[in-house]
Every structure is written in C-alpha cells, then in structure tokens.
C-alpha cells in the first residue's frame, strides 16, 4: 500500500528516528513548544491526523488478524507524562481511532493495598498486551521511579536498582515478541498551569482535576531529575525512549501516531493467507 502523497512533505525526517532520546539529551532543554520534523502548520493536522489514523488501524487489524493465524506478537504503548500532558487526548484520538476489539486500555494509579502487597511489576505483568493487541498504558512500571522517587515511597535502595529490572523486564517483553513504543510526554510549566486553570473553570472538566496534581507541580525541579534518570537509564536498543513536546496537542498526536505506524509497519505483516481452498469456496456458496 503506497503512502499518502503529502507525507514525505510533511515531515522532515522519520518522527521515530527524530523523537528517538540520545544519550546527553537533557530534560530541562525540551522546548514542549516545539514541533520537531514537522513541516506542516496546525491547519494541515486535522486531515493528516485523520489519513494517518486510518493507516494506523489498518495495520492494527493486521496484526490482529495475523494472531488469528498464530502470530504471537504485541505492540505495548507506553505512555508517561505529568497531569495535563495529554496522555488521555492520545487514547481518544489516536488510539480510538482503531478496532477496540485488538486494544487492550490499561492506566496505572495509586496502588490498591493488594497490589502494594506485590512485586511492583505483578500489576504490569497482568496487563500485558495478548498476541495481536495494542497495549495502552496511561502510567506504567516506570511510576515505581518517579513519583515513587520523588515522594521517597520507597528508600533509595529499594527504587535505584529498579533501572536495571526494568531493562530485563522490557528485554524479556521483547525477546518473547513484544515491541515497546515508550513515549514520554512534556508540557511546560506554564501550559499546565493553563490546561489546570481550564479543568477548574470547566464543570466537565472537574473530573479530570486533583488537588494533588497542584502538589506534583510544586515538585517539578525533582521530577526533572527523576525522568532524565529514567531517560538516560532506561532508553535502551530493544525498547527506546522517545521525546513528545506536548504544548501542541495536535502536534503531539501526529507524533505519537506516526511512532506506532512505524512500530507496526516494522513488523512486516502481510494478510493472512486464507486456510480453506477460495475457488472452491466461492463455488459451494454460489450453490447454497
Ligand atoms: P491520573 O493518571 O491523573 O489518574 O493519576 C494517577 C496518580 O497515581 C498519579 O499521581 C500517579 O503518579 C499515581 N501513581 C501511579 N502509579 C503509582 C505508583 N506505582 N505509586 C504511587 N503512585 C502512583
Ligand atoms: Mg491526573
């Protein structure tokens, strides 16, 4: 299937390869505003957004309809970002836009008294995509070394060898067939502070606002610290970070779109060839 004509004009280079986190890139220095690779302006969003969501539950319904045939492969988005990121915006419009059936929506909070009695990674291993679906997670493991970190929830000696954990956890996941798109999400200061204005001054939007988020702003200097070590400790070959600016919300989902599309795409999945004989098939119906 050729891809749509305006593409290569819209982007630069491959989001994948230009989000990608590199060694030495710094937390403080994301400019959230930016829009890297993009070459298009806002109005060009919605129609690509739309285009591209087709691609991508194309090839969502590829990969589900190849688990049928014993393909036991996943795609699990993982998404982290502070409140207002826009990590809900990316399940409605990218991720909604594909068969429900193949997407398995997972978001992580404040641990349940019965998951603290577990291993930090008893509740992520539950949620793991099966063969042939999209994992969404809204949070993740990668909470046990943030807000974990930052709130000191647990000593040091019990979160820093948590880096390392991770990295043969997620190597696992991919040795058995598992692809991560880990994408992490950046809003500035000064937009959250609008985007939490609005969730106040908006009675449908009340739902979406904890007072605690206000908390975790005050904290932002810590969480700088704790997602450069995340970054820099487990952005690894088999499962890479990659960096979202997210003061553009339209931007910030064309991104996240394209990142799965190549995900999927990397999969080189053809249909299913057909397990029954066509001809055939198409003479017995004819006389039925
Ligand atoms: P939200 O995503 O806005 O519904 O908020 C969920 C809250 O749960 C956030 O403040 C997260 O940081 C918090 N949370 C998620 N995972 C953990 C965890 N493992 N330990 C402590 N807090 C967590
Ligand atoms: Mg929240």
Redesign the pocket.
């Given at each position: 299937m050729s891809e749509p004509l305006d593409l290569p004009s819209l982007w630069s280079h491959e989001p994948h390869e230009h989000l990608k986190f590199r060694p030495g890139d710094l937390v403080a220095d994301i400019d959230a505003d930016a829009t890297p690779g993009f070459r298009g302006n806002k109005q060009d969003a919605p129609t690509l957004q739309e285009e591209r969501n087709v691609r991508f539950a194309e090839l969502q319904e590829k990969l589900y309809a190849n688990s049928r045939s014993g393909d036991h492969r996943s795609v699990l988005l993982v998404l982290q970002g502070m409140?207002t990121a826009g990590k809900g915006g990316i399940v409605k419009h990218v991720v909604g836009g594909a068969n429900p059936q193949g997407i398995q929506y997972h978001?992580?909070?404040?641990?349940t008294p019965e998951e603290l009695s577990h291993h930090?990674l008893w509740r992520i291993r539950k949620a793991l995509p099966a063969a042939g679906h999209i994992g969404v997670f809204?949070?993740s493991h990668y909470?046990?070394v943030?807000?974990?970190r930052v709130h000191n929830?647990v000593p040091q000696e019990v979160w820093e060898p948590r880096y390392d954990e991770i990295n043969a956890f997620e190597r696992e996941l991919t040795d058995s067939g598992t692809t991560l798109v880990k994408v992490a999400m950046f809003v500035s200061l000064a937009e959250q502070k609008k985007r939490l204005a609005s969730r106040l001054q908006r009675p449908d939007k009340y739902w979406k606002y904890?007072p605690?988020d206000i908390d975790?702003r005050l904290k932002w200097p810590l969480y700088e610290q704790a997602y450069q070590a995340m970054l820099d400790r487990t952005s690894t070959p088999y499962a890479p970070w990659h960096i979202v600016p997210c003061n553009r919300k339209w931007y910030s989902r064309l991104a996240v779109t394209e990142l799965l599309i190549e995900a999927l795409k990397r999969l080189n999945m053809a249909w299913p060839p057909p397990d029954f004989d066509v001809e055939a098939e198409k003479k017995r119906l004819a006389s039925a």
């Open positions: 409140d978001s992580f909070g404040k641990p930090y809204d949070r909470e046990d943030l807000i974990v929830l904890n605690a975790e």
